[in-house]
């Protein structure tokens, strides 16, 4: 903003800055899932691979968070604080956990794979196959943050975090699995990943 002063004859400019502020929307995570092979058919222990993509669509910085994929779940997640291995809805139980200990910055997105060592290991129970009768997939970010409602992260949009995937035909016997743990006896999760 310009302001013109006058001193006797002489005029001159001064120019005073003034702030402007903007409210900055926060993080928006969204998240979608794909399966390599990509089809929808599989025998019971034909091996699979899922990859999801967690994308900030905000304009601000998300927090540290952790993803959760449901297999065959007894209800779809619909909040965070309701991880994998509380809603399992078959036998054998299946579920995997990531971990984003750095977070996502506005615009970024990151690809995370079910392949061995790709995930979150204490916290999932995934022998890389579907089990027979597997139908539903349910990926959903931002799970958990207990004692908080929204998760981990303040975002502008909490009802966009969950991707589903639909029409699964699994069929045939399940490999047999030697040390299978049981989806009530993994760890606690802490409340971010990383802590």
């Known amino acids: 903003m310009a302001v013109e002063t ?23 995570l969204t998240g979608s899932l794909r399966l390599i092979p990509g089809k929808l058919t599989f025998a019971a222990g034909d091996p699979v691979t899922i990859d999801v993509t967690i994308a900030n669509n905000g304009s601000a910085h998300a927090a540290p968070f952790w993803v959760d994929l449901y297999i065959n779940p007894s209800q779809p997640p619909t909040a965070a ?11 054998p139980c299946f579920g995997i956990t990531w971990a984003v200990p750095s977070g996502l910055d506005p615009g970024d997105s990151i690809t995370l794979s079910s392949a ?15 089990a027979r009768g597997t139908a ?27 991707a589903e ?10 490999p047999s699995l030697l040390s299978l743990q049981s989806a009530a006896r ?7 990943p990383g802590r």
């Open 6 to 28: 006058r001193k006797g004859a002489l005029a001159s400019l001064e120019f005073i800055f003034m702030p402007v502020f903007s409210k900055q929307s926060p993080a928006d």
């Open 136 to 162: 539903d997939l349910y990926l959903y970010v931002d799970s958990w943050n207990p004692g908080v409602a929204g998760g981990a992260v303040a975002e502008s949009n909490e009802g966009n975090n969950r």
């Open 186 to 192: 993994l760890p606690a999760r802490p409340a971010l």
């Open 165 to 174: 995937l639909h029409g699964l035909v699994v069929t045939g016997p399940n």
């Open 116 to 130: 061995p060592g790709q995930f979150a290991a204490p916290y999932s129970i995934w022998p890389g196959y579907f």
């Open 81 to 91: 604080n309701r991880t994998w291995n509380m809603v399992c809805g078959m036998t």
